[in-house]
T-cell receptor, first 117, second 113 residues
Framework: AQSVTQPDIHITVSEGASLELRCNYS??????LFWYVQSPGQGLQLLLK??????LVQGIKGFEAEFKRSQSSFNLRKPSVHWSDAAEYFCAVGTHLGGTSYGKLTFGQGTILTVHP | DAGVTQSPTHLIKTRGQQVTLRCSPK?????VSWYQQALGQGPQFIFQYYEEEERQRGNFPDRFSGHQFPNYSSELNVNALLLGDSALYLC????????????FGEGSWLTVV
């Protein structure tokens, strides 16, 4: 069965500092991987996704993630954090359904990001 | 272009009651999934509907059922509510077969007392 582990429950960084959020996955084939962000009381917004090809993926709001098959990881990075980045971040793996369809997303527990001024 | 819309946004129910949550997918999307997100947890997959049929199901009891209509909108029904059913219920839509992005709605907050 697929699974996602986000080892860090809570991370605090200063505004302007760099950020890396860790994600490890377990999946039997080449995974479809995603990072979502959730502000308090809100739904989920997609930051970026990986299906195949270039292992360094660029997303919105200046985020990027790198897929490392050998480490089963898909860590999220941002070179300079802004106060508005404070939120909860979720890594997810998608189930292949055949062809280019994918089904359920399995999410990690999430990492809460606090940004100090 | 409206995104994924869900209703109601908040509701309170009593144990043992039944609840129906509704979802309208983003325009052009034909696949709807439902997730339960308990406080402090990541979303958990309940089921996915495509062409009015349940295509995939997570580890949820039969008390959780759903429906997809010809216009692709969907309902989530939960019977015999338990206190543990209190959560944010998220609807997500996508267009199948194209690796398109899955878009999430703002969710329906259900409190069971």
């Amino acid at each position: 069965a697929q699974s996602v582990t986000q080892p860090d429950i809570h991370i605090t960084v200063s505004e302007g500092a760099s950020l890396e959020l860790r994600c490890n996955y377990s999946y039997g084939a080449t995974p479809y991987l995603f990072w979502y962000v959730q502000s308090p009381g809100q739904g989920l917004q997609l930051l970026l996704k990986y299906f195949s090809g270039d292992t360094l993926v660029q997303g919105i709001k200046g985020f990027e993630a790198e897929f490392k098959r050998s480490q089963s990881s898909f860590n999220l990075r941002k070179p300079s954090v802004h106060w508005s980045d404070a939120a909860e971040y979720f890594c997810a793996v998608g189930t292949h359904l055949g062809g280019t369809s994918y089904g359920k997303l399995t999410f990690g527990q999430g990492t809460i990001l606090t940004v100090h001024p | 272009d409206a995104g994924v819309t869900q209703s109601p946004t908040h509701l309170i129910k009593t144990r043992g009651q039944q609840v129906t949550l509704r979802c309208s997918p983003k325009s052009g999307h034909d696949t709807v999934s439902w997730y339960q997100q308990a406080l402090g947890q990541g979303p958990q997959f309940i089921f996915q509907y495509y062409e009015e049929e349940e295509r995939q199901r997570g580890n949820f009891p039969d008390r959780f059922s759903g429906h997809q209509f010809p216009n692709y909108s969907s309902e989530l029904n939960v019977n015999a509510l338990l206190l543990g059913d209190s959560a944010l219920y998220l609807c997500a839509s996508s267009h199948t077969g194209t690796r398109n992005t899955i878009y999430f709605g703002e969710g329906s907050w259900l409190t069971v007392v």
